[in-house]
């Protein structure tokens, strides 16, 4: 099964908004198949923002953060396919083009879960589910990708 993560993610892996997130983050992408997650290259821009604008690094500090994560998973680029697909999600489920392209993305790259905890849970799109890593309960398929990786 192939996986996507939403910047949140990333951002709480990088240690902002806390030491707990970040643990919880990072204790989460170690237990992921490494080979089968991908990040969409939306993600990779929105994360330095954050980083640059939240975390107050400086821009080669976020800039670093961003090729150790390219160089850690696959990244998924933004196609005109997935652009328009984008825009037409954004238009059906009011949701913001960003978020719709980061969906887009990830359904273009054969995923079946997008790791968010902005998006609505359990919203499927194109056979992309989005799943909150962070909750508790853990949606059934994240559970069942994590049960399998233990085993």
């Known amino acids: 099964m192939r996986i996507a993560f939403d910047t949140n993610v990333l951002t709480y892996a990088e240690g ?25 290259v939306q993600v990779l821009g929105e994360l330095f923002n954050v980083l640059v604008r939240k975390g107050g690094k400086s821009r080669s500090d976020a800039r670093n953060a961003l090729l150790s994560w390219r160089d850690t998973f696959p990244v998924v680029e933004t196609s005109p396919e997935v652009m328009l697909a984008a825009a037409d999600l954004a238009m059906d489920h009011q949701l913001g083009i960003w978020d719709a392209v980061i969906l887009s993305a990830a359904s273009q790259a054969g995923c079946r879960l997008l790791l968010s905890e902005d998006l609505h849970e359990g919203f499927t799109w194109a056979g992309v589910t989005v799943a909150n890593p962070f909750s508790s309960p853990r949606h059934a398929l994240l559970e069942a990708l994590l049960g399998e990786e233990t085993e």
């Open 16 to 40: 902002i908004n806390g030491v707990k997130r970040r643990d919880a983050a990072l204790a989460l992408i170690r237990r992921l198949p490494q080979e089968a997650t991908v990040v969409p």
